[in-house]
């Protein structure tokens, strides 16, 4: 229901615009959306001196994160560098929304993603398998989803031998644990790798 969410978002960012956290999240549900000329306008904004308007408070990890999936789905390598820098020691953390009101999941997920835009195969590799690992542990189900089909998506991009065969693999058991828990846009996005994996 974000096209829902949206304008009520919208509202905050134009309402409290000394709050620095509404924006990067209506700039991810605009990704979400595919509503990318909006979402690259919003990106623009926020990447101005490198991040440097995103406060350094405790929503900061958090807004790097949704900025990190917007950079993937916007395919802006030069400030995937500059993300994943941002990101990178917090590989093994878990993105949290604070005060704990929603958890992300792995942020290893998330430098798999900004690998992945940076087209460094072996490291969006071993982001994702850890980011797998890590929310096993945790029974996070609609995180392993996640990574499992962003895992999947990389490896089609890749196009190495033997990548198909296993990105069918891990996208279908992402579709499974979509469609159960009624993740739809997750559903919808494995469903179209589907497609893709079968032409």
């Not at 000329?37 to 949704?66: Q, S, V, Y």
């Not at 195969?121 to 392993?144: K, S």
């Amino acid at each position: 229901r974000l096209r829902e969410i949206a304008p009520m978002l919208q509202h905050f960012v134009e309402s409290t615009p000394a709050e620095g956290t509404w924006r990067p999240g209506l700039t991810l549900i605009y990704a979400e959306l595919e509503m990318l000329d909006k979402a690259r306008a919003e990106f623009e904004h926020l990447a101005r001196d490198d991040f440097g308007a995103i406060p350094e408070d405790a929503t900061w990890n958090n807004c790097m994160g949704m900025l990190a999936e917007v950079c993937h789905r916007l395919g802006d390598a030069r400030r995937a560098e500059t993300l994943y820098g941002f990101l990178a020691p917090y590989s093994r953390c878990n993105m949290v929304a604070p005060p704990m009101v929603a958890c992300y999941g792995a942020a290893a997920r998330h430098l798999g993603l900004l690998a992945t835009t940076l087209r460094r195969w072996d490291e969006a590799e071993r982001h994702f398998e850890l980011a797998i690992e890590l929310n096993e542990r945790q029974r996070g189900q609609p995180w392993i989803a996640h990574a499992r089909q962003s895992y999947a998506a990389m490896l089609v991009e890749r196009g190495a031998p033997g990548d198909r065969e296993r990105a069918t693999g891990l996208n279908t058991a992402a579709a499974g644990v979509a469609n159960d828990l009624g993740m739809q846009g997750l559903a919808e996005r494995c469903a179209m790798l589907a497609q893709r994996l079968r032409s």
